[in-house]
């Protein structure tokens, strides 16, 4: 199974309640129809640090799971899709996307709670690979956050702008998205107050260079 990510700006002058409104109620309706779609959530964020260069500020990350990369291009070049691309400049200014593999290390909860989504950009002159493979061996360390529920690693493997438009690294440099789920805003505070969590975010910069987090409310469209 594969997940493709969209990293969504919402076009100027929308207000974040419209853009968020819009998103949930209009634009996420017609994503559900796409032919092979697995699962599709939304990811509204409400609550960031600073972005990863080149990324620039988001208001939300799209997530829609597809079996693999042939059913997924099936569903973009699919007439389903025309309708979605249509309605992205009544919500959308900056849109950027990345698939993604991905790998669970503790199972998500069955309740919404709190979520927390971490944006990396492997270290300059690190391999892929190597970022991948330790990417991996930091998750153990997440285990030590007290009050974590759920954590899945995405690894990307490849990247693009608007539909049909490829995207270079520099465009779109994200190796990896770590997310993580805790019972409240509370709890997750406190854990990344903790050593523990301390201890895992700090951990990172062996092979990040930057990092970027957020708070998201999802909705869960399929």
Same mark, same amino acid.
């Given at each position: 199974?594969?997940?493709?990510?969209?990293?969504?700006?919402?076009?100027?002058?929308?207000? +974040?309640? =419209?853009?968020?409104? %819009?998103?949930?109620?209009?634009?996420?309706? *017609?994503?559900?129809?796409?032919? #092979? !779609?697995?699962?599709?959530?939304?990811?509204?964020?409400?609550?960031?640090?600073?972005?990863?260069?080149?990324?620039?500020?988001?208001?939300?990350?799209?997530?829609?799971?597809?079996?693999?990369?042939?059913?997924?291009?099936?569903?973009?070049?699919?007439?389903?899709?025309?309708?979605?691309?249509?309605?992205?400049?009544?919500?959308?200014?900056?849109?950027?996307?990345?698939?993604?593999?991905?790998?669970? +290390?503790? =199972?998500?909860?069955? %309740?919404?709670?709190?979520?927390?989504?971490? *944006?990396?950009?492997?270290?300059? #002159? !690190?391999?892929?690979?190597?970022?991948?493979?330790?990417?991996?061996?930091?998750?153990?360390?997440?285990?030590?956050?007290?009050?974590?529920?759920?954590?899945?690693?995405?690894?990307?493997?490849?990247?693009?702008?608007?539909?049909?438009?490829?995207?270079?690294?520099?465009?779109?440099?994200?190796?990896?998205?770590?997310?993580?789920?805790?019972?409240?805003?509370?709890?997750?505070?406190?854990?990344?107050?903790?050593?523990?969590?301390?201890?895992?975010?700090?951990?990172?910069?062996?092979?990040?260079?930057?990092?970027?987090?957020?708070?998201?409310?999802?909705?869960?469209?399929?």
């Amino acid at each position: 199974m594969i997940v493709r990510m969209g990293l969504l700006r919402r076009k100027k002058d929308l207000p +974040v309640g =419209a853009f968020r409104r %819009h998103w949930r109620d209009v634009h996420g309706p *017609l994503a559900a129809h796409l032919p #092979g !779609l697995l699962r599709y959530h939304q990811n509204h964020i409400v609550s960031t640090s600073e972005p990863i260069s080149h990324i620039g500020a988001i208001d939300g990350i799209s997530e829609l799971w597809f079996e693999d990369a042939q059913a997924m291009h099936h569903a973009v070049k699919s007439p389903q899709c025309r309708p979605i691309a249509e309605d992205e400049p009544n919500l959308i200014g900056d849109l950027k996307l990345i698939v993604a593999e991905q790998d669970v +290390v503790i =199972a998500p909860p069955q %309740h919404s709670g709190t979520k927390f989504m971490i *944006l990396l950009r492997r270290r300059d #002159g !690190l391999e892929p690979q190597e970022f991948r493979r330790l990417f991996v061996e930091h998750a153990r360390l997440a285990r030590e956050c007290p009050g974590l529920e759920g954590c899945v690693l995405s690894h990307v493997v490849d990247r693009g702008l608007e539909r049909g438009r490829s995207a270079a690294y520099g465009d779109v440099p994200v190796d990896g998205i770590c997310e993580a789920w805790f019972a409240d805003v509370a709890t997750l505070e406190a854990a990344l107050a903790s050593p523990g969590g301390r201890k895992w975010i700090s951990g990172a910069d062996s092979f990040a260079d930057e990092l970027s987090s957020f708070v998201v409310e999802v909705h869960e469209v399929v």
